[in-house]
């Protein structure tokens, strides 16, 4: 019997959105925040608890409460006043702005910026790290309140059992997302960042989570942090700030690539080998440089004589899918590689196929079958 071919699945935002995971658009908007906020009351840095505050806490309640006013006053403006244009950009300039001063004396550039553009301009009153610790923790928990409840024998789940069930070790899963949607298919082993050498052990898929997990704890400072899988699904959104295992937008994400690159190191190799990649709901995000530049790469030293790539991002050819498509075609060629059509005749070199499914991932995993892959 022949080896089942390599898959990776590279999944994005849009893997979970018809399950009700945020879109990148939908993060930190006034009516995101608002959901999480009242599902998550009780919460000490996000809800408005009954109970008394630490000082901690308030402090955290209080930056809450200014990223809030942020927030909706963003939403509120017209386009052309905008400070920015999704959750992406603020997060990465909120991050900058906490990130630190390079050595020097007094607030860096990017902080003075931020407070000048905000209007933010106490420093002892609302200090950067804890600002942006509480939009890390609002991302968090949009991530987790989607799957609160979830009940997987909803038929919205269907789509997903399914596609699940014909996954096997021939398969891995490499993800930028926060969320426990693989955790709760529960078909998958998601591989611990401390346990990278555990990797390849299993009957099950395995999960790379590239960008942390909700329910990661970090541990230590960097570069010699560490990533922990706490049995807490919503750790993230009652520990201390730097504990929170997710790499957001901004030069903390870079800081948390190498605190995982053991990590990011195997699931690259995974994409060397692979005889199919199939792109689902993920569009390199613009400012994910260092994502773009990692898979890229590899798939550029791929090992496959014919090598499949799949896109799913929707029914529509917006900028997203054209964008996709030319930064995998120029990498292809740039390696190498000749791009074949169905009835072009074989050839003896190292080839190509893209093909690009218009079809939401709900729609792909009904109709999918592991031939298609092939087809």
């Not at 069930?165 to 891995?172: E, F, I, L, P, V």
């Not at 090992?303 to 075609?329: A, F, M, Y």
Request: contains cysteine; glycine residues 8%.
């Amino acid at each position: 019997m022949d080896q089942p071919k390599q898959v990776v699945w590279v999944l994005g935002a849009g893997f979970s959105h018809s399950l009700g995971g945020p879109q990148l658009k939908d993060l930190l908007s006034a009516a995101t925040n608002a959901r999480t906020r009242e599902i998550y009351k009780d919460n000490p840095y996000i809800g408005r608890p009954d109970t008394t505050l630490t000082e901690k806490n308030l402090d955290a309640r209080l930056a809450a409460e200014k990223l809030r006013q942020l927030v909706e006053s963003n939403d509120d403006s017209s386009p052309a006043r905008r400070l920015w244009s999704d959750a992406e950009e603020f997060l990465g300039d909120l991050d900058a702005a906490a990130h630190g001063r390079d050595g020097r004396a007094g607030p860096s550039v990017a902080e003075i910026r931020f407070r000048a553009a905000t209007g933010i301009n106490d420093a002892d009153a609302m200090p950067m790290w804890l600002l942006r610790d509480s939009g890390r923790r609002l991302v968090a928990g949009s991530c987790c309140a989607f799957l609160r409840d979830a009940v997987v024998s909803q038929e919205r789940w269907d789509p997903y059992l399914t596609w699940a069930k014909a996954m096997g070790t021939w398969d891995s899963m490499v993800t930028f997302n926060y969320d426990r949607v693989l955790e709760v298919l529960d078909a998958f082993e998601v591989v611990a960042p401390n346990a990278v050498a555990a990797a390849g052990k299993t009957t099950k898929a395995e999960v790379f989570k590239l960008h942390g997990s909700v329910d990661w704890q970090r541990q230590g400072k960097s570069p010699n942090a560490r990533y922990v899988p706490i049995g807490d699904r919503e750790f993230a959104l009652g520990c201390d700030g730097p504990e929170i295992g997710i790499a957001t937008p901004g030069p903390t994400k870079r800081v948390a690539t190498g605190e995982l690159r053991v990590l990011w190191a195997e699931a690259m190799t995974r994409l060397k080998r692979a005889d199919a990649v199939v792109f689902v709901g993920y569009r390199f995000p613009p400012s994910d440089a260092e994502a773009r530049t990692q898979l890229l790469g590899a798939l550029a030293l791929n090992l496959s004589p014919r090598l499949k790539l799949h896109v799913v991002l929707g029914p529509e050819r917006g900028p997203d899918v054209v964008r996709l498509e030319e930064l995998l075609r120029y990498m292809m060629h740039q390696a190498g590689r000749e791009e074949t059509r169905p009835g072009d005749p074989g050839t003896s070199g190292f080839t190509f196929r893209l093909t690009t499914h218009h079809l939401f991932a709900e729609d792909f995993f009904t109709v999918w079958h592991r031939k298609l892959l092939w087809a």
